[in-house]
């Protein structure tokens, strides 16, 4: 029986979320941690948890690569390599979500390898000199591919990718636009007059959406916290369960949760954090494609936000030819198939 292994980003929930379908499909091993080993567990998922291999510093113009990297080297556990590897070594196919330390190991070991990301442009986190170093980076992951591994973009095909501003123009050929791979078990589809406030991980730090969100009277909101209410403002565990039927969904720009929204067919109004260039990327797009509102958060207050909202639930009808696409283009069973004949 051929052996597979899943090598999946823990920064945050997306990643995890969306492989969720495709790992109950094809009951592979899956090495993670963080908040992507949390969200497997919950789901009774048997993960092989490793420590957090790196953290992303962000200061005011952006990734601070020097911070990063200290961060990096502090973190850095032979046991994590070690641990990892030895599950690798077992394996025919690994198939990394967005994992740049799965890719790594997994070319070190010549493992049949398919890579899942919505970004393939590493420069967009770097400016000046840094450029010059990434450029050896974007060397080996070129030629990580040119053996007949797969890079899989889990969104629409160019030039209405969400993620088009994060892909460069010269994509190894063995790239595949799988479509949306989104899992939306668990998310409530009855309507209801709230918006979702769904700001992820924490990187947005340049507004306070909780605060300008209590000052709009006028609308009921759904923000993450310990289970209560605070005058227009319902706090719950898990906000993304209630996305299916909201009025809008306020987003962070994260490629999973745009997804999600266009899978749900929701308005949305996306706020990235204004040094997180792929988010930033994201939220533009969604905003050239027409199917949905960006604001800068430095721009944000009570009516500039009630404007977005409301501009951006007259767009909802341009986002149902990109859900017809996406259902019919059914990005986790395509994935599915792309692992079983890659066996």
Not at 8 to 28: F, Q, S
Not at 212 to 237: H, L, T, W
Not at 250 to 265: A, Q, V
């Given at each position: 029986?051929?052996?597979?292994?899943?090598?999946?980003?823990?920064?945050?929930?997306?990643?995890?979320?969306?492989?969720l379908p495709v790992v109950e499909k094809t009951g592979g091993r899956v090495?993670?941690?963080?908040?992507?080993?949390?969200?497997?567990?919950?789901?009774?998922?048997?993960?092989?948890?490793?420590?957090?291999?790196?953290?992303?510093?962000?200061?005011?113009?952006?990734?601070?690569?020097?911070?990063?990297?200290?961060?990096?080297?502090?973190?850095?556990?032979?046991?994590?390599?070690?641990?990892?590897?030895?599950?690798?070594?077992?394996?025919?196919?690994?198939?990394?979500?967005?994992?740049?330390?799965?890719?790594?190991?997994?070319?070190?070991?010549?493992?049949?390898?398919?890579?899942?990301?919505?970004?393939?442009?590493?420069?967009?986190?770097?400016?000046?000199?840094?450029?010059?170093?990434?450029?050896?980076?974007?060397?080996?992951?070129?030629?990580?591919?040119?053996?007949?591994?797969?890079?899989?973009?889990?969104?629409?095909?160019?030039?209405?990718?969400?993620?088009?501003?994060?892909?460069?123009?010269?994509?190894?050929?063995?790239?595949?636009?799988?479509?949306?791979?989104?899992?939306?078990?668990?998310?409530?589809?009855?309507?209801?007059?709230?918006?979702?406030?769904?700001?992820?991980?924490?990187?947005?730090?340049?507004?306070?959406?909780?605060?300008?969100?209590?000052?709009?009277?006028?609308?009921?909101?759904?923000?993450?916290?310990?289970?209560?209410?605070?005058?227009?403002?319902?706090?719950?565990?898990?906000?993304?369960?209630?996305?299916?039927?909201?009025?809008?969904?306020?987003?962070?720009?994260?490629?999973?949760?745009?997804?999600?929204?266009?899978?749900?067919?929701?308005?949305?109004?996306?706020?990235?954090?204004?040094?997180?260039?792929?988010?930033?990327?994201?939220?533009?797009?969604?905003?050239?494609?027409?199917?949905?509102?960006?604001?800068?958060?430095?721009?944000?207050?009570?009516?500039?936000?009630?404007?977005?909202?409301?501009?951006?639930?007259?767009?909802?009808?341009?986002?149902?030819?990109?859900?017809?696409?996406?259902?019919?283009?059914?990005?986790?069973?395509?994935?599915?198939?792309?692992?079983?004949?890659?066996?």
């Amino acid at each position: 029986m051929p052996e597979i292994s899943f090598i999946i980003e823990g920064l945050g929930y997306g990643h995890a979320a969306r492989m969720l379908p495709v790992v109950e499909k094809t009951g592979g091993r899956v090495i993670t941690y963080g908040q992507g080993a949390e969200f497997f567990k919950e789901k009774k998922i048997e993960v092989i948890e490793v420590e957090q291999p790196y953290d992303l510093k962000f200061d005011e113009k952006g990734l601070d690569v020097t911070s990063s990297i200290a961060e990096i080297l502090k973190r850095f556990n032979p046991g994590t390599l070690t641990k990892s590897k030895e599950t690798i070594e077992k394996s025919d196919l690994v198939v990394i979500d967005s994992s740049m330390f799965g890719l790594l190991l997994s070319t070190m070991l010549n493992k049949k390898i398919i890579f899942i990301s919505n970004n393939t442009d590493n420069s967009i986190f770097f400016s000046g000199v840094q450029k010059t170093l990434i450029k050896g980076f974007d060397k080996f992951f070129h030629s990580s591919f040119s053996n007949g591994n797969i890079i899989a973009i889990p969104d629409f095909p160019l030039p209405y990718s969400i993620c088009a501003k994060n892909i460069q123009h010269n994509i190894p050929k063995n790239t595949v636009f799988l479509g949306p791979v989104v899992d939306l078990s668990g998310i409530r589809k009855w309507k209801n007059s709230t918006v979702v406030i769904n700001q992820g991980a924490g990187y947005n730090t340049d507004a306070n959406i909780i605060d300008i969100a209590r000052k709009m009277k006028e609308y009921n909101f759904v923000a993450k916290g310990p289970k209560s209410k605070d005058g227009n403002i319902v706090f719950m565990e898990y906000v993304r369960d209630f996305m299916g039927g909201s009025m809008a969904n306020i987003l962070h720009g994260g490629h999973t949760t745009i997804m999600e929204s266009i899978m749900l067919r929701r308005p949305m109004v996306c706020i990235p954090n204004s040094n997180y260039q792929e988010r930033i990327n994201n939220s533009r797009m969604v905003k050239e494609l027409g199917i949905g509102e960006c604001l800068d958060p430095r721009d944000v207050n009570e009516f500039s936000l009630s404007l977005a909202i409301e501009r951006a639930r007259r767009l909802r009808k341009n986002i149902d030819p990109f859900y017809r696409v996406g259902k019919k283009m059914n990005g986790a069973k395509r994935l599915v198939s792309l692992i079983e004949s890659s066996l």
